[in-house]
């Protein structure tokens, strides 16, 4: 383990301005989906399930405007793909916490369109700034603040909406989000390498969508999918053990453990492969279930935990090398979009098997899901006869070694 790689990358310019900017802007967005949870439960007096409809609609808004904002990006720049989100965050929210619950319902699903994409464009300046060598604990720096802004944003947003009003939680949110938007606006972070010179030639998607960036889009849906699922096969299995109060406990435990591992990992020499820690991580989430008590839980949780920020930022890695830079903001929107798909069907996926059988089931269902597909994944990245490279297939096949 190297601490030296964190030094060469603080050293950088901008890369320190860029990870502190992008760590307080994730705060709000991190509090988003419990504030519009209990604004709809204790403000609105519906359901839970009815707020679930509101964060449904919200999260597809968000899964279709990643690549729209990254192609924007890479054909207008950063700042009018900034204003345009910034201007829609702050009609959204300062409007929203006045809405009766059916238009709140119809908006939601353009206010998740028009989300600020921190995480895409954090990791779009990560990999314009910092060299391919440095970029393994460049986004393992990302993906630890990105463990922080969950640990922080979640807990103020229920403080804040239990001790004085969902209304101002809301509003709360949209002035961090608007903060934000403003700020990056200012900055500006390069989205291109200083070795780019005038405009770059348009890469056609057949070259660039390639069986490897489909299966590494596929990896980053499947890391968050067993992340949300596990979120939620620990919050049942607590409940059924009458130990639910336990539960900001182990998921603080559990954070902690995967900030540690994306430590460790960004300051290792050497790179492991996203499918090899997918599938150990997938391995180790299935006997998890057998835990009865708190304590056991935080125990049983530590190996699978430990692999979390250490496989979501070996992807964005292999990701970056994989994307040609004159489309990387379109891929980086495609890798947004994979996860928060992943983050909206593991939930209900892992909740469902476990209605029909038990807690313990839910760990078992979450883990084996991404090892089989890191499975399938492994098929689609097996050459077949025939293939013939494509011009951008030197620098794809180089990552996936790298990768591998």
């Known amino acids: 383990m190297a601490l030296s790689r964190y030094r060469q990358v603080f050293a950088l310019p901008g890369v320190r301005r860029l990870l502190l900017i992008a760590l307080f802007a994730r705060i709000p967005g991190s509090a988003v989906g419990v504030a519009m949870t209990l604004h709809v439960v204790l403000t609105l007096k519906q359901g839970y399930g009815a707020a679930g409809l509101v964060t449904a609609c919200a999260t597809i808004g968000m899964a279709l405007s990643g690549p729209l904002f990254g192609r924007l990006v890479d054909r207008r720049g950063l700042r009018l793909m900034l204003a345009i989100t910034t201007i829609g965050e702050a009609t959204f929210w300062f409007i929203a916490p006045s809405l009766p ?20 464009t954090s990791r779009q300046a990560l990999a314009a700034i910092v060299p391919p060598e440095h970029r393994k604990a460049a986004f393992s720096l990302d993906t630890i603040f990105v463990e922080t802004s969950y640990m922080l944003g979640p807990a103020l947003g229920v403080l804040l909406a239990t001790q004085v009003s969902t209304t101002v939680t809301m509003v709360a949110i949209g002035g961090g989000l608007v903060l934000s938007g403003s700020v990056l606006y200012l900055v500006n972070p390069p989205i291109r390498s ?206 996936v070694r790298s990768a591998s």
């Open 101 to 120: 619950y059916p238009a709140l319902l119809g908006t939601a699903l353009l206010g998740g369109f028009m989300t600020l994409p921190v995480g895409a």
């Open 194 to 399: 200083q070795e780019s010179t005038g405009p770059a030639r348009p890469v056609p998607r057949k070259e660039w969508l390639t069986r490897e960036l489909v299966g590494a889009l596929v990896i980053s849906a499947g890391a968050v999918l067993v992340l949300a699922g596990t979120d939620v096969a620990i919050v049942a299995t607590l409940e059924r053990h009458g130990q639910v109060s336990w539960t900001g406990v182990v998921i603080v435990v559990w954070c902690l453990v995967s900030l540690s591992g994306g430590f460790v990992y960004g300051a290792m020499t050497r790179t492991v492969s996203p499918l090899v820690l997918m599938t150990t991580m997938g391995l180790l989430t299935i006997p998890v279930g057998v835990a009865t008590d708190w304590w056991w839980l935080c125990l049983a949780i530590l190996p699978a935990g430990a692999l979390c920020a250490p496989l979501l930022s070996a992807t964005t890695e292999w990701i970056s090398r994989l994307a040609p830079e004159s489309v990387r903001g379109e891929v980086m929107g495609l890798q947004q979009s994979a996860l928060t798909l992943g983050s909206a069907l593991g939930a209900p996926f892992v909740g469902a098997v476990m209605d029909a059988t038990s807690p313990a089931m839910g760990f078992v269902a979450a883990g084996a899901l991404v090892t089989v597909s890191a499975a399938v994944v492994l098929v689609l990245q097996r050459p077949r006869r025939g293939d013939v490279p494509v011009s951008t297939s030197a620098s794809s096949e180089e990552s």
